[in-house]
């Protein structure tokens, strides 16, 4: 049985490929390469989350509202983002 990991994303349960190989599979073909660079490259103390992020951009992640967000806040609309003072990160209020 393949190696998985589930995550929470936009408030459903999303399983995602546990393994560089089914990492590596799961991704479009023109992404592969970069992958595998920043993969072999990543040192013992980053890996984990190398293969997270790359994880998150396979197909079983994709969100269309994200994308929506994405551009939205590209396009320099940052209605319902708020500056927590705490922490001077940038959140999305809703």
Do not use: C, N
Not at 6 to 12: D, L, P, V, Y
Not at 16 to 31: F, M
Not at 65 to 92: M, P, Q, T
């Amino acid at each position: 049985m393949a190696k998985t990991f589930t995550t929470t994303i936009g408030g459903r349960s999303v399983e995602l490929p546990g393994t560089i190989h089914a990492i590596r599979e799961a991704l479009p073909v023109q992404q592969r390469a970069e992958f595998e660079r920043e993969a072999e490259q990543a040192g013992a103390d980053e890996i984990s989350g190398v293969l997270a992020r790359w994880a998150l951009r396979t197909p079983q992640a994709y969100d269309p509202g994200e994308e929506a967000l994405i551009e939205r806040l590209k396009a320099g609309d940052l209605s319902g983002v708020r500056l927590d003072d705490a922490s001077d990160e940038y959140r999305s209020a809703g």
